[in-house]
């Protein structure tokens, strides 16, 4: 029986630990993105709410808009958290999406992930724009001119949402909440959405604060304070 046990023991830490944890080069690439983003959340979120759950956190970030403006959504996918966000607000939702997956390599993914064979169903309160960002916005800013009340960022690249802040840039006033869905916590996160997202702060002065961000996830979401580019007022 002593030698079972001796043998299982064995058994269980060559193809287990050996395997899973010190060969295992992904598991190590997610702790150190952690602990990244745990020191930057001790610098810069310590007073915001956290959430657990990805629906009570957009609920949560929805809850906090506190004017009327455009409800947008970059990156629609399946259209799960669409449908989230449907949910809770009375008018219009407008999603962008090209629906054919992302056009370069991403945290392991290779180009074409995520695309959908067909469009989603989605609530009758969306409004869908097919199609890549550059192409499908100018011509809906053009028709529409209302500022920006909620904008979430689900687009994954860098270079998807530096094309979002670009053409949207100066409809976001204060009052405007951005919920970004790859902000952190993965493999190289400052060099996506975080990273877009910064260089527009600095580039523009916009002035921000963190309202709220997910523990188990990579969603984040910041309240603009205020925007120089805005002139809407």
Not at 30 to 47: F, H, P, R, S
Not at 82 to 102: C, K, L, P, Q, T
Not at 140 to 160: K, N, W
Not at 203 to 225: D, F, M, N, P
Request: net charge negative; glycine share 8%.
């Amino acid at each position: 029986m002593l030698l079972f046990k001796r043998t299982f023991s064995e058994l269980i830490f060559r193809r287990f630990i050996l395997k899973h944890h010190s060969s295992n080069l992904l598991l190590d690439m997610n702790i150190e993105a952690k602990k990244d983003t745990l020191a930057y959340i001790k610098a810069n979120m310590v007073d915001a709410p956290y959430f657990e759950k990805h629906p009570q956190l957009v609920k949560y970030v929805l809850g906090q808009i506190d004017a009327p403006g455009l409800h947008l959504e970059f990156g629609v996918g399946r259209g799960k958290s669409m449908r989230w966000i449907a949910s809770a607000v009375e008018g219009v939702v407008h999603g962008f999406d090209s629906f054919e997956g992302i056009q370069e390599h991403w945290n392991g993914n290779p180009i074409g992930a995520f695309a959908q064979k067909q469009v989603p169903k989605v609530p009758d309160n969306v409004e869908l724009h097919v199609g890549y960002f550059d192409a499908t916005v100018p011509g809906f800013l053009e028709s529409h001119s209302d500022t920006i009340a909620f904008l979430h960022v689900d687009c994954d690249l860098y270079s998807s949402t530096v094309t979002i802040f670009e053409l949207l840039g100066d409809r976001l006033r204060a009052g405007s909440v951005i919920l970004f869905d790859e902000y952190y916590n993965f493999h190289r996160w400052q060099q996506h959405e975080f990273k877009a997202f910064q260089e527009f702060v600095e580039k523009s002065g916009l002035a921000y604060e963190y309202i709220a961000y997910s523990v188990t996830g990579q969603q984040a979401a910041v309240r603009v304070l205020g925007n120089p580019l805005d002139e809407s007022g």
